[in-house]
């Protein structure tokens, strides 16, 4: 029996409302996002979202766009490198209603780009972690010069310079929609951008966040500075709000500019991308 639009959008939101009611932010998701999970800033289909917590990270996944909007995870420096293989295959998520298989990005001229990275999620939280990083359900279609280049140097930067600098930080990721998105034959929006907003939270200090914001057309070696945008402007363009557990008057201050003293941020300028 096929359903037509207007069920199928019912269903969607129905089970949504579900989900969200059935979480209720239980310990594990604190740890990995204590200053709350983004949620959409003003209801519309293409914003609700599905909370899927895996070990060492949680995905906002919207069956609408079968894209992640959102992921979360905490990152610590690592003590001592584990030598994980890298796993063969990516999966389907069974928990989704509109399952992405791995081949859904073939010929598509796109790659598979994690949301929640395979090498930082695997140093800190482990080899279960690493597998759910190849869930389908954290996997979003990025150029090869995003994926490989600029997205990847961000990533290498984080664990590899931001931790190590900081301790413990916060790391919200996720992608950006144009209003007309491009959809591949296997029903995958395509997104037009992505963001990732990285927090810190020094004892008796307010906590400090650093965005960036990379568009697919990346030729992949520019400056990581040249990407960095407010918080604010990000919660235009995604319509989520982040950070809505600390006080409006913080969470006002930090979302609206952009300040790098205290990251460091020429040390890791330039680096060099691995592929």
């Known amino acids: ?18 989900s969200a009611w059935l979480v209720q932010d239980p310990d594990d998701v604190h740890d990995m996002a204590p200053f709350g999970l983004p949620h959409a800033r003003e209801y519309a289909l293409n914003t609700v979202s599905r909370t899927l917590i895996n070990p060492g ?20 420096p690592i ?37 929640a990275p395979n090498f930082a999620i695997s140093q800190v939280h482990g080899r279960d972690a690493q597998r759910a990083t190849f869930l389908m359900s954290n996997v979003s279609p990025q150029k ?24 413990t930080l916060w790391v919200t990721a996720g992608p950006i929609f144009a209003a007309k998105t491009e959809t591949l034959a ?3 929006e395509v997104p037009d951008a992505f963001y990732k907003i990285l927090l810190v939270r020094s004892s008796g200090e307010a906590p400090r966040v650093l965005a960036f ?3 697919q057309q990346v030729r992949g070696d520019e400056a990581l ?16 709000d982040f950070f809505a557990d ?6 006002s201050r930090i979302e609206a500019g952009v300040e790098t003293e205290a990251w460091d941020l020429a040390s890791v300028d330039r680096l060099p991308a691995r592929y």
């Open 213 to 215: 914001r990379m568009s």
């Open 57 to 76: 990270f949680t995905v906002g996944y919207s069956e609408w766009r079968s894209n992640p909007l959102w992921v979360v995870y905490r990152l610590a």
């Open 225 to 240: 500075s040249r990407f960095l945008v407010s918080v604010d402007a990000l919660e235009q363009e995604t319509g989520l």
């Open 144 to 167: 090869s010069r995003l994926n490989q280049k600029a997205w990847q140097r961000l990533e290498e930067a984080v664990i590899d310079h931001f931790t190590p600098r900081f301790g």
């Open 79 to 115: 003590r001592e490198r584990r030598s994980y293989p890298r796993p063969r295959h990516y999966e389907t998520d069974a928990r989704s209603w509109r399952a992405v298989s791995p081949d859904a990005f073939r010929r598509s001229g796109y790659q598979r780009g994690h949301l």
């Open 186 to 188: 296997s029903g995958v």
């Open 1 to 18: 029996m096929r359903i037509g639009y207007a069920t199928f959008a019912a269903l969607v939101v129905g089970l949504a409302v579900l």
């Open 246 to 251: 600390l006080p409006d008057d913080i969470e």
